[in-house]
């Protein structure tokens, strides 16, 4: 059994590799090739939880377990807030492969997946990117989501603003223009795409802030309970799921909105993957307004310690 540390899951993760793979992983998953059942999740103090999500690649395909801890106050201390492993099994003989750095995999697939669902649904031209958030998830979306669009604009923003200026200063060292704005409605004013990856308990993006045409990765709250953005930006948009059943118990920004009467099931018209294999419509004209929701899916998870066991193999 192999033990996979930050640094191998940081060098044969790369961006390229992981958007394809999560692209084929929610495909599968949504035609049915795949299983996983919805995450459970232990709370443990505010701002402290414990969450144990399995799946597998198929009926006898590898399958396994991701075992993650997510402690919000653990930017402040300069450690990442999802901390755990990826437990992979074979599909063959039940035997453990590997134990692989699951916060690591985490942060890459998570902006991976953001990045492959703005590829289906963000209009072809889009250019200006805003950022929510000025976390590991901000940063990893922004290198993730260049990748599938041609960024020339950053725009990010937080509740401290030397640290969203920081953040901006390491994103123009990669040769983007970047600048922190002063308010989340500055940050949103002329976007193209919007990422929210924040630890906000409340609404930070309002529907009135947002322009026509504007796709939202909605990432941070991964649970029932905080929401990023507001009911009307939810009953307004286009809206997908990484997982239909999960959004339907676990997807706060959905549970609001439906719990105020504005939304119903049927809103969340389906999942990325059916977006992604083009059995379900995504972005029907270039004034839609579309919302991926992202929880988190363990099949990302799992394809992705398959791909770096497979690698490891081949060295």
Known sequence: MRVIDQDEVRQRLTYELCIPLVRQAMIAFSRGETRQHLRSILPLSEGRV???????????????????????????KGVPSHQGVVVLFDGETGAPVCIAHAGEITAIRTAAASA?????????????????GYGEQGWRHVQAIR???AISEVRVWGRSPDRAEAFAGRVRDTGLDARAAASAQETVAEADIICTVSAAPEPILLSDWVADGTHINAVGSSRAGPAEIDNALVARARFFADHREGVLAQGAEFLR?????????????????????????GRRSASDVTIYKSLGSIVQDLAAARHIVAKLGSD
């Open 257 to 281: 909105a439906r719990a105020a009467g504005l939304v119903g099931d049927d809103h969340v018209l389906g999942e990325i993957g059916e977006v992604m294999a083009g059995t379900l419509p």
């Open 147 to 149: 990748v599938v669009r």
């Open 50 to 76: 414990f969450g144990i999500m399995p799946g597998a690649l198929g009926p006898e395909g590898l399958f396994g377990a991701k075992l993650i801890s997510v402690f919000a106050g653990n930017f402040a």
């Open 116 to 132: 492959a669902a703005t590829d289906v649904l963000a209009r072809p031209g889009a250019r200006r990117l805003a950022i929510l």
